[in-house]
Nanobody
């Protein structure tokens, strides 16, 4: 199983950009579906984006066109580029991993993935 360590995040004004990075340990990384989820105070976790081992990605409607997810299998890294940030993007963000087939690698399934990073806060102020 993979272990996940996150970095990045922070505070930004509306319209700004941030990058989140997740580094995985373990030799099964490239077989994992990877993704990002977020949780705002008082709300349930919600999936944001997913990417399978071949680089095919899916996004929640709320972030489509603003967020980009990418991975480099040889470096065991996962990145979330967040652009045109809005106050409603404010949340704790987690990277997540799950050994699964590509057909199950979907953004809305990410909250159920078995492995998560430690979380990083993203705050967008107006």
């Amino acid at each position: 199983q993979v272990q996940l360590m996150q970095s990045g995040g922070g505070s930004v004004q509306v319209g700004g950009s941030l990058r989140l990075t997740c580094v995985a340990s373990g030799n099964t990384y490239r077989r994992n579906c990877m993704g990002w989820l977020r949780q705002a105070p008082g709300k349930k976790p919600e999936g944001v984006a997913s990417i399978d081992s071949d680089g095919a990605s899916t996004f929640a409607d709320s972030v489509q066109g603003r967020f980009l997810i990418s991975r480099v299998n040889d470096e065991n890294t996962l990145t979330l580029e967040m652009n045109d940030l809005k106050p409603e993007d404010t949340a704790m963000y987690y990277c997540a991993a799950e050994l699964s087939r590509s057909s199950f690698c979907r953004w809305y399934l990410v909250p159920d993935f078995g492995r998560r990073g430690q979380g990083t806060q993203v705050t967008v102020s107006s």
